[in-house]
Nanobody, 124 residues
Framework: QVQLVESGGGLVQAGGSLRLSCAAS????????MGWFRQAPGKEREFVSR????????TYADSVKARFTISRDNAKNTVYLQMNGLKPEDTAIYYC?????????????????WGQGTQVTVSS
């Protein structure tokens, strides 16, 4: 089992950058692939990005490709989401999640563990 705590959200102007962090408890962090999801008001939770257990394989939603970068530091039990070129439509609560699946899963139901979320607001 793993517990996840996100940080780094905030208010930023369009075109700005933020880096989200997700700290995981436990000694088996590198047993999990990690994902970032987001949920805007009135919308369903959507996939943003995923990184494999070793960090060697990354996947992105088309809407964030070339703007966001996911990475992980297994020595620090932390996964990051660097967000550049932020747009108002990126405004949402961002969640990190962990999955034991080795497949490049992008559906929220495939992730067993979730953080509490961090708010990202992008003003125009």
């Amino acid at each position: 089992q793993v517990q996840l705590v996100e940080s780094g959200g905030g208010l930023v102007q369009a075109g700005g950058s933020l880096r989200l962090s997700c700290a995981a408890s436990g000694r088996t962090f590198d047993s999990y692939a990690m994902g970032w999801f987001r949920q805007a008001p009135g919308k369903e939770r959507e996939f943003v990005s995923r990184i494999s257990r070793s960090g060697g394989i990354t996947t992105y939603a088309d809407s964030v490709k070339a703007r966001f970068t996911i990475s992980r530091d297994n020595a620090k039990n932390t996964v990051y989401l660097q967000m550049n070129g932020l747009k108002p439509e990126d405004t949402a609560i961002y969640y990190c999640a962990a999955t034991s699946s080795v497949l490049a899963v992008t559906t929220s139901r495939s992730y067993a563990y979730w953080g509490q979320g961090t708010q990202v607001t992008v003003s125009s």
